[in-house]
């Protein structure tokens, strides 16, 4: 006599399909920079100095910062309006914990099928779970720029590690925020 | 009854139940194979439709429906006249204050204490006294087992995918208990809610630390004081998106409840005499404030059995407590997600 069970699962986590990057400009001189920052340890200051040094070298016009009320929930919805309506690419992260990481990079889909190119900013060890989040919107190979070991995942860093830190990634973000893959 | 969910047929119940382990639906223990049978008898006792809807998870594009919700109890080992319970279990865990994303996808790996009140703790046996936090009890296990199953099948909170704790923590398995109204005059925790007597609630509590507090003092105070000066080691900061809704459960046991119920203290008095002292600034690494908004975020429990003078302390997530009445078919009156 056989057995028929039923499946538990919501199906698989890689069933969506379809989903399409935003438009890529072709420099970032005049676009205003978008930070949408989950306030994750001393992430911010990477954030910031991040924007100040793409400022100098690429013409960057204006920023707009968004701190998430925590860190792994979207922005409040009139924060989202008045990030979309102003930003013309933008960065996310810090993917550092967990939930934080995996709503960063929602984060960044959702701006992408908003139309704002976008980039989220995850350290190594938090990759599988972000790539989780990409497969889950249909989108598995979305690009990522990665921050590694000896770096703390979590962001407790010095205020020179930040600024650093900023420095090493802004060449993976300028080219993330021109090139759909 | 029409279930949306594909059978998948296996020639013996040792290959389904192995099956259930290589497909990755199991919390790493064995499940109770869900038929069609078994999964129609527990939606028939929770008077649902199979697309009823409890709730979702829009950072996951989840939608949890009562038959996802009703094979997960099957598999726990559920009896169908639990599945009231789980389904209030589910609709509280997916309000969005309960942050579902967030709790369950965390390094921190924390755990969802379902906290049971009313007439339903007696009518299904939950536990409320001695070994209530388990195991040992059917009621506590299989209900507490049954929402971390949806959590994981249903939610994607899969351990190397959306659930990304670097520890984890056996509280994860299972962790359901019920509140000990009958041990004394104290006011149930629904009731302080604003439920009736009669309503039977289930409250998800996110569960950052658990804390046990043992003290041997016979004075009420002391034993306050080291309910707070445990708490304020752990400290609880301030979260803009949970506001003023976070709360700390604390789970007064017999003793502790015995020698505060002769010195004549209530849960109210309890709640008075706690909040400024966790209140009171920071003073140090192990001295740390609790942003508690009023005396009511003190959530005062009443379990576990006689013994040992030990009270323990659930320190939530990034979350705040959130509540359903547990709603039976036969309950005309009720509405599905009601408030007091």
Redesign the interface.
């Known amino acids: 006599m ?9 199906g698989s ?1 890689d069933s ?1 399909s379809g989903f399409v990057t935003a438009p890529r400009p072709a420099h970032l001189e005049g676009q205003t920079f978008g930070i949408m920052a989950n306030g994750l340890g001393d992430s911010e200051i990477m954030f910031d100095a991040l924007y100040a040094r793409l400022a100098g070298t690429d013409g960057l016009a204006d920023v707009i910062k968004v701190v ?7 922005p409040f919805p009139e924060d989202w309006d008045r990030f979309v309506a102003t930003a013309t690419v933008a960065v996310t992260g810090l993917g550092g ?7 960063s990079m ?1 984060d960044a889909l959702d701006l992408e099928a908003a139309g704002i190119p976008a980039v989220c900013i995850v350290h190594t060890a ?1 990759v ?2 972000v790539r ?2 990409a497969r ?2 249909g989108c598995p190979d979305y690009p990522i720029v990665t921050i590694d070991y000896p770096h703390n995942p ?1 962001g407790v860093w010095t205020k020179e590690e930040a600024v650093a830190l900023a420095a090493e990634i802004a060449p993976a973000v300028r080219r993330r925020l021109l090139q759909a893959s | 009854m029409t279930l949306a969910t594909p059978n998948h047929v296996f020639e013996t119940a040792d290959e389904a139940l192995e099956a259930c382990f290589e497909l990755g639906w199991t919390d790493g223990l064995p499940v109770v194979p869900a038929t069609v049978e078994a999964v129609a008898a527990m939606l028939a006792a929770g008077g649902l439709n199979p697309d009823d809807v409890l709730g979702t998870v829009p950072t996951r594009n989840v939608t949890v429906t009562a038959e996802k919700a009703a094979i997960n109890a099957v598999m726990a080992g559920c009896l169908p006249e639990y599945f009231p319970v789980v389904v209030a279990a589910v609709r509280a865990h997916l309000q969005v204050k309960a942050n579902s994303h967030s709790t369950t996808a965390t390094l921190a790996g924390a755990a969802h204490a379902v906290i049971v009140n009313g007439p339903v703790r007696q009518l299904i046996g939950v536990e409320c006294g001695q070994a209530c936090f388990g195991p040992g009890f059917r009621a506590n296990a299989t209900i507490g087992r049954a929402l971390r199953l949806v959590i994981r099948n249903v939610c994607r909170a899969v351990p190397g995918e959306l659930d990304r704790a670097s520890f984890s923590w056996p509280l994860r398995y299972s962790f359901c208990f019920g509140e000990n109204e009958e041990a004394s005059e104290w006011t149930p925790l629904h009731v302080q809610l604003g439920y009736q007597q009669n309503d039977s609630v289930v409250t998800i509590q996110s569960v950052m630390r658990f804390i046990a507090v043992t003290d041997f003092e016979p004075e009420a105070e002391k034993i306050l004081d080291a309910i707070w000066e445990q708490a304020r080691h752990a400290g609880l900061q301030r979260d803009e998106w949970a506001g003023d809704g976070r709360s700390l459960v604390v789970v007064i046991g017999t003793e502790h409840h015995l020698r505060l119920l002769d010195q004549g203290w209530t849960k109210e008095r309890i709640q008075q005499y706690l909040w400024p002292k966790m209140t009171a600034d920071t003073g140090g690494k192990y001295d740390n404030k609790l942003h508690l908004a009023d005396p009511a975020n003190i959530m005062i429990v009443a379990a576990g059995g006689p013994g040992i003078a030990q009270s323990w302390l659930l320190v939530p997530h990034l979350a705040i407590p959130t509540h359903e009445r547990v709603v039976f078919p036969d309950d005309e009156a009720s509405a599905a997600g009601t408030t007091p």
Request: charged share 10%.
């Open positions: 056989t057995v028929a069970i039923l499946d538990p699962t919501n986590i969506a998430k009320p925590s860190v792994a929930v979207p914990c967990g939930s934080c990481s995996t709503r929602r938090l599988p779970a989780a989040m889950l919107v979590t």
